[in-house]
């Protein structure tokens, strides 16, 4: 097996980039021009995460950012009007979609949904894990492969009360379970 590179925690020949297109980072062979969503195989998870937490990725919202941000108004709107959120989704047997990447048939209640996204909003604000690596495992929502990230969205592009609770955080800033045809999400705003 090919030592990882020391930057990036990444095996030989690979690169972290960015595309422009999704405004999110894939990982690049130089070589044989493979490019993949999806670390490859080798390499090192916990420098990979050092390099894109320090490169590619917002800071982790901790407590004190947490309580800061509580405080704070939101920013403005790019020019754009454009925001970035990630989100954690829990679906329940009457969401609009009962199914997701994980569960051909959800069978939850819409209480044990409620439930759940309590324990992980907990979770966060304790700061025992963040979001985001708790949606790779835990979300509903395919954008789990994406940490919850779901790029940048202007008014009218989500279901309104995402939107609406997405667009009155402040940059850092975490939502409380937020209800919606899909499911009940924790969001939190990164741009």
């Not at 917002?58 to 970035?84: E, K, N």
Request: net charge neutral; aromatic share 6%.
């Amino acid at each position: 097996m090919t030592e990882p590179e020391p930057d990036t925690g990444l095996p030989s020949g690979w690169e972290v980039r960015h595309s422009n297109s999704k405004n999110l980072p894939y990982y690049f062979h130089a070589a044989n021009k493979q490019s993949i969503w999806d670390p490859p195989a080798g390499t090192d998870p916990d420098r990979l995460r050092l390099y894109m937490t320090e490169h590619h990725l917002m800071p982790t919202t901790t407590a004190v950012a947490a309580a800061a941000a509580a405080t704070a108004p939101p920013l403005p709107l790019s020019q754009d009007g454009s925001i970035r959120a990630s989100h954690l989704l829990v679906k329940h047997r009457e969401s609009r979609r009962p199914s997701s990447w994980k569960t051909a048939l959800i069978h939850r209640t819409k209480d044990e949904a409620r439930a759940m996204i309590a324990d992980y909003e907990q979770r966060i604000r304790s700061g025992a894990i963040t979001l985001g690596d708790l949606a790779a495992t835990e979300s509903d929502c395919s954008s789990a492969k994406k940490r919850g990230d779901l790029g940048f969205f202007k008014r009218g592009d989500m279901q309104r009360e995402f939107e609406d609770a997405a667009f009155a955080l402040a940059v850092g800033q975490i939502s409380h379970g937020v209800e919606s045809p899909s499911g009940i999400h924790l969001i939190e705003r990164t741009g």
